[in-house]
């Protein structure tokens, strides 16, 4: 622990959060004033939430693709901000977007250190030039990106506001009335039981669900046998080159005046019902390649790995991408790789389990990822029709023709315990609180019960807070 305070020794309400990722962070971050806040996290190091984790579906290409330790996946992340639509959360979710402006308002200044009015109108300056250019969509959202990226648990500075923990919850103890009593957690001094009057679940979408599962086998909720069904995640993949009449390369990473930050604009199309969405990033004319390769990702997380600059002069798309993003040197270029990332239809089926082996004893949190061939064909019908869409603006397209072989997770674990109006629909209440428990809630991406084509992070933080002015208002006794 990492203050000198017992937990329960104030007068405040105890509150015990699971996970230090982004959602935990920003709970942690709004009740740290108020309550007696203790994290409770996994991670030494930021692959060992993964290496928990078996996919026995569509494997993941991204390594890691979840992150631990403080800040959980934050220490990866791209830090892209991105608002779900108004017509998802008037499909999936239990309230009106209008419900959430205030939290993304907040969500904005504490991800990006960004106004969101700033991003919107920068936006629409985009979306004129975007629409000049002769390009259209059904949708043109802003994709905010800070240009430091933010680890939450450093720059919220929790270190110093909250108890931290070093271990594994691995189960949850009630009382008789349906009320957490108890979080039992793994650390390398043995078991310890850490009580509190609030528990706040934010393990991921993949580490939540496990724990509800858990749960499920004391308390006999309807609700938490959902836990683990509706996964969301975001295929994603470069699925072919485009080479333009228009001066598009001029508007990637668009920067955003007084903000620090600059801004992408996926255009978004709907197929079969769902959204998908398609950047247009400059690239360098490379004959008949069938792939885009990029090093970005890996080059963030290992800054260190000098080998890694060396490699990253081998994807010339790469180094046209750091030009714009961190100089503003945009080179002229008529090429564009085409950039697919895809809403993911959410099925009833339990996709997020735990399966223990029987001869090592070692228990796995297992992922079972599925893109369906009526999926596949969906996406390869947005794919011609967007270039379609494009008109006379098109010189010339090339589809890559094993797209499909390369598409990816883009780490977004969302769905597995979502907010619903009724127990029958989802496993938490429009206020993120388990239905039918009494002092047990959700805080990170298991909690969004749908996202279009958005990055989860910027959604789970406006969640995360509206969560903690709830608490903090005594909703949660
Ligand atoms: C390379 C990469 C790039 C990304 N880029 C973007 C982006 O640009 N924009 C965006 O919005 N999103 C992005 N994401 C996704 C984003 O980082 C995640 O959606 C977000 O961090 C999820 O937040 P969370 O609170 O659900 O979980 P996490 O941030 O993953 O935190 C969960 C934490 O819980 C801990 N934990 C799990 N189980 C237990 C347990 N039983 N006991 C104790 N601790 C536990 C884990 O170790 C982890 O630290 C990216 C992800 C990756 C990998």
Redesign the pocket.
Known sequence: MSRKDPPGTTSRPTVLI???????CVVAHALADTHDVTV????VLVS??QARLKDIGVPAR?D??????P????A???????EVSESVFDECWPFPKSEMAPWYDEAYRLLGGVERFLVEDAGAALRGKFREAGLAADQMPTMF?PARRRNLWETLSLRDRVRFVR????RLEVDGGNRVRQAV?ATENGEQRLQADLFVL???????P??LQALADEVPLPALRLAGCFYEDHPMAFVGLVTLRVPLYRFWNYRVPRAGGSLRMPLVVHHDGLQVSFQLRPAVKEGQREKVATMI?QLR?NPLNLLNYFRVLRHPDDLLDILSYRFGIRLPTRHYSLLMVAEQPRTPERSVSSEVDPVSAQRWITRNWQLSAAYLSTLRNAITGFIAGLGNIVISSRVFANWDQSLDT?????GTARMSASASDGVCDRNARVHGMQNLFV????LLPGTGIA????T?AAAALRLGHHLKAGQGD
């Open positions: 699971v996970g230090a990722g982004l959602g935990g409770v996290e996994l991670g060992d939430m991204l890691p693709h979840v992150g631990a330790g800040g959980g996946t934050t990866l992340w791209h830090n892209g901000l991105i990106i271990g594994e919850v691995t957690v934010a393990a991921v979408g993949l580490g939540t496990v724990l990702t997380n883009a780490a977004h674990h969302s805080a990170d991406g298991s990055n989860t992070g910027l789970i």
